[in-house]
């Protein structure tokens, strides 16, 4: 090659990645940022405790993360706001739960109302004490699965970041319904989790269901129970060894062995 081509093609090489840095920095950089910060380095808790740095949103602000004006997709859920870009086949723009993204659609965590945002949607005092204890279920999916960014200031938060008497009453009443939900019930629930690759897993520990220690774990078995009138909710209770199979409404989960510790259920759609 001569020493004309040679200098020629270093020129290209040189462009090349320089075209490439620049596109990098300048349309991917967030999320490259995403992969480089652990996930839920910033994060709160269900108390509303920080670790680190978070970032107060106005509800105006939050409108420039709903995967239209960037890529980037925020949900918002009791005030806290959730980076859930990862899961743009959830959450993009057009997908079934884009109504979650860049404003605080609360109630629909419950109802399943997806259809059409209104404001009404981020008030959840018209809930039952136990449908908001379910609403805490996703609260808790979300610390769990995606990166915690901040607080939309508004009916959960005030401008400093502290919890408003709103949340404290709704933080109640839950807790109140996980209570007596438990007294009313013969055995402990069963830890639960859902993941889209795996289904939900269940599984039982010496603390589940209560949340204090009991000397027992037990396993995992099928409940069926009715709620209300008509409506028959699947249920997972912790059993102990020695009183599996002596009631049959307590069933072993198909396809789990009956001396596991933990069964995987797959979705069934
Ligand atoms: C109150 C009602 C419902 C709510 C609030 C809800 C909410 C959600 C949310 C937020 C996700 C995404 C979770 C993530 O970030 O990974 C999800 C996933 C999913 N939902 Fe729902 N959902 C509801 C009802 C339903 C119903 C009735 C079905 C079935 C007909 C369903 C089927 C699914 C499936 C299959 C996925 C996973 C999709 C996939 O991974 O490709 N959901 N749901």
């Not at 090349?16 to 920095?25: C, P, R």
């Not at 808790?45 to 978070?54: A, K």
């Not at 069933?251 to 009956?258: A, D, L, M, R, T």
């Amino acid at each position: 090659m001569s020493s004309g081509a040679v200098v020629y093609f270093k020129h290209t090489v040189v462009a090349v990645f320089a075209i490439l840095l620049f596109y990098l920095v300048a349309f991917r950089g967030q999320q490259i940022l995403q992969y480089i910060i652990p996930e839920n380095s910033l994060s709160t808790r269900l108390d509303g405790s920080t670790q680190n740095e978070e970032r107060m949103f106005t509800e105006q602000e939050l409108l420039a993360y709903d995967g239209k004006a960037s890529d980037l997709l925020y949900l918002v859920i009791m005030g806290q706001v959730y980076d859930v870009t990862k899961g743009i086949k959830h959450y993009g723009p057009g997908e079934s739960y884009h109504m979650f993204i860049a404003h605080d659609a609360s109630r629909s965590f419950v109802t399943g109302e997806f259809e059409q945002y209104s404001e009404e949607l981020s008030d959840v005092s018209g809930l039952k004490d136990t449908e908001l204890q379910q609403l805490l279920t996703w609260l808790e999916f979300y610390d769990k699965t995606y990166r915690y960014v901040g607080k939309l200031i508004g009916r959960y938060f005030d401008a400093h970041g502290q919890e408003t008497s709103y949340r404290q009453h709704v933080l109640e009443r839950a807790a109140k319904a996980k209570d007596a939900d438990q007294e009313d019930r013969k055995y402990p629930s069963c830890n639960v989790e859902w993941k889209v690759e795996m289904g939900t897993r269940v599984w039982c520990t010496t603390r589940s269901g209560t949340g204090h220690e009991r000397g027992w774990a037990g396993r995992p078995r099928k409940v069926i129970e009715v709620d209300g009138d008509t409506r028959s909710v699947q249920f997972c209770a912790c059993v102990p060894d020695e009183e599996t199979g002596t009631d049959p409404q307590y069933v072993p989960f198909p396809g789990c062995n009956e001396t596991a510790d933990t069964c995987i259920i797959p979705d069934q759609n």
